[in-house]
């Protein structure tokens, strides 16, 4: 599976953005898909998580009630809807597609995008 991620940009706090990472492959509906971000001088972290079939989601708590995990099996496409967007979700936003179940470790992911830049200035 080969992952493209897009939608990064420049927002103001309080923006909304959503981004998408398109995925090669004909298996891509047996993938678990997640988010994770990773900030300057931090550790990649992660974001949300759905489950194959879009029924199961899981969010950091940091994100919760503000970003939506969706996906879309017959466009190959993971989603993040980013709302209320805050200068601390500044980071490069990674997708990934693993098999096991809404982990939140990125060793539990097989395949990475190459990331997309948000900026979120106050």
């Known amino acids: 599976v080969q992952l493209q991620a897009s939608g990064g940009g420049f927002v103001q706090a309080g923006d909304s953005l959503r981004l998408s990472c398109a995925a090669s492959?004909?298996?891509?509906?047996?993938?678990?898909l997640a988010w994770f971000r990773q900030a300057p001088v931090k550790e990649r972290e992660f974001v949300a998580g759905?489950?194959?079939?879009?029924?199961?989601?899981h969010y950091a708590d940091s994100v919760k009630g503000r970003f939506t995990i969706s996906r879309d099996n017959a466009k190959n496409t993971v989603y993040l809807q980013m709302n209320s967007l805050k200068p601390e979700d500044t980071a490069v936003y990674y997708c990934?597609?693993?098999?096991?179940?809404?982990?939140?470790?990125?060793?539990?992911?097989?395949?990475w995008g190459q990331g997309t830049l948000v900026t979120v200035s106050s």
């Open positions: 759905v489950s194959w079939s879009g029924g199961s989601t």
């Open positions: 492959g004909r298996t891509f509906s047996t993938y678990v």
């Open positions: 990934a597609a693993g098999y096991s179940g809404l982990g939140e470790r990125a060793s539990e992911y097989t395949y």
